[in-house]
DNA sequence: AAAAAAC
């Protein structure tokens, strides 16, 4: 284990992590920051979910420290490629940056210009921001990348996924050859290793080897229906919903038109359910994520802008309504719960005309989850009102589990070196019953007595720009405890565990 | 196959 004061970090920057309740790095966190400090290149290789994100803030923060801002001519350029995770790059910021006089601000589309030129005009250090706003501010003269020393590019092979490439290698081109560059991706095509061989300068390669997929932190279920009609499909959301303890949940959906029907049919149902996805304003998804951190919204339906990267701690429930047609994005949505040790359970719906794209998952994840069977009367659909004393619903639907799946021992953890391939233990069959099935793990330890705070206002989505954000008091804070892994809450429990293997 | 991202 790496302490923090190990790393050649300043006493203001150590207190500033000191204060989030940290002492000790990950992995990629020891090995990137005495690197980036000395002032060379990084190519990080890592998923998201490892630290990366303290891992290139922090030898910015400190590497920025003595400088001072000029109008126009940022020193330090961040490129993410979701709002939603140059967002957590800003909050990152926020807290990394608080005992200095860095100022940031956050360059993304969907919102106004005004207060994204005012700050460049006054002069800014960081900008962080996503492609398109940041060319389109360029092309308006709105400020000049000449003057950055530092640039990051974060999620580089998601970029690639979504046509950005050209936009990076403008945006490189743009600035000059002298920076220094810190350069994550999680995998690395042709594409990329074209791109890190153009434009990084002999850069020391720290890789965080690509994590085991599932834990015995995340417990997988499937339920497979006998059709793909919507109704019956929501119908059985609902009744797994019902049936789940859920303190809080994400539902994935493949398309955006299905998220909006499905927050809109669970709103119907009484659920406390609220859409996210691309074609939403983009205040109302700050708001809406904002909600979903602090507890105040307990269901969100998403699209997959939420399924990667998203650091929602706590995430008790993962649905998955379609199958997702890219497996790695099962990997990607299951991993928004079981983090920070918590237990999650993850549920996939799964119809006849889902068997491809199920076959892929089930071969990236090398497991077979438990099945469970539906009655037929659940699929007539279950509402979340009316809780008898033992917390349940009336009408909550007995899963029976019609499997003779069996499940591993609990295993220590081997790192996240590797992918492993432990072999189940072969344990007795456990048949879930109305009975056991409340003897299930507790996933909730949390009573429903979440204290209720009014939503965020839209207006700070203004506040943010200027870098001066309001308080982050409602921003559900990392526990703090004394001797975890620097970066924990980052790190999905499921990727240090071991993978359990179909027998 | 779809999502994401600039106006």
């Known amino acids: 284990m790496t302490e923090f004061s190990q790393l050649g970090l300043s006493p203001t920057t150590l207190q500033a992590v000191a204060d989030t309740g940290y002492t000790t790095a990950t992995p990629i966190q020891a090995q990137a920051i005495p690197v980036a400090l000395a002032g060379r290149d990084v190519l990080g290789i890592a998923q998201t979910g490892t630290g990366k994100t303290a891992a290139f803030t922090l030898p910015l923060v400190e590497l920025l420290a003595k400088g001072r801002a000029r109008a126009r001519m940022p020193r330090a350029l961040v490129l993410a490629p979701t709002r939603e995770l140059a967002d957590q790059v800003a909050m990152s910021f926020e807290k990394y940056a608080k005992g200095t006089k860095l100022s940031w601000v956050l360059l993304i589309g969907g919102v106004s210009m005004g207060d994204q030129v005012a700050a460049l005009n006054k002069g800014v250090d960081v900008l962080i921001a996503t492609p398109g706003r940041l060319l389109d501010l360029f092309e308006r003269g709105k400020m000049l990348l000449t003057g950055v020393e530092l640039m990051v590019v974060d999620e580089a092979d998601r970029m690639l996924d979504m046509g950005f490439i050209p936009d990076i290698e403008r945006i490189f081109k743009l600035t000059p050859p002298k920076r220094q560059t810190l350069f994550f991706s999680a995998t690395m095509p042709p594409e990329i290793t074209r791109l890190t061989t153009q434009f990084l300068k002999d850069p020391t390669r720290i890789e965080a080897s690509r994590p085991a997929m599932t834990a015995e932190t995340i417990t997988q ?7 793909s009609d919507p109704k019956t499909k929501r119908a059985a959301l609902r009744a797994l919903i019902g049936r789940a303890d859920v303190r809080n949940g994400i539902v994935f959906c493949n398309r955006k038109s299905e998220v909006d029907v499905v927050a809109k049919s669970l709103k119907q149902h009484g659920f406390d359910a609220a859409p996210i996805h691309g074609d939403l304003d983009q205040s109302l998804r700050t708001k809406t994520l904002a909600a979903f951190r602090a507890g105040e919204l307990k269901l969100l339906v998403a699209s997959d802008v939420a399924a990667r990267g998203l650091d929602i701690p706590d995430v008790s429930h993962v649905f998955n309504y379609d199958v997702a047609h890219h497996a790695d994005d099962y990997v990607h949505r299951i991993g928004r719960t079981g983090r920070a040790g918590k237990l999650g ?38 509402k979340p009102a009316a809780k008898r004393e033992d917390g349940r619903s009336p009408d909550v639907p007995k899963i029976a589990d019609s499997s003779e799946e069996t499940r591993a021992d609990a295993r220590p953890a081997r790192g996240r070196s590797g992918r492993n391939r432990n072999r189940a233990e072969t344990a007795p069959a456990v048949v879930e019953t109305a009975e056991t099935a409340s003897a299930a793990p507790p996933i909730a330890a949390e009573p429903a007595a979440r204290p209720t705070k009014p939503a965020r206002p839209v207006q700070e989505t203004a ?7 309001g308080s982050n008091a409602d921003r559900a804070p990392a526990p703090k405890t004394t001797a975890k892994p620097f970066g924990d809450d980052d790190i999905p429990a499921f990727l240090r565990r071991s993978v359990l293997i179909k027998a």
Do not use: C, H, W
Not at 362 to 380: H, Q, S, W
């Open 345 to 382: 359970q993850t549920f996939m719906i799964v119809t006849p005309n889902d068997d491809k794209a199920l076959d892929k998952v089930l071969k990236l994840i090398k497991m077979a989850p438990e099945e469970l069977v539906l009655d037929a009367a659940d699929l007539g659909g279950a």
């Open 221 to 227: 279920y499937l339920v497979r229906l006998p059709t």
């Open 463 to 469: 506040l943010r720009q200027s870098g001066r954000r």
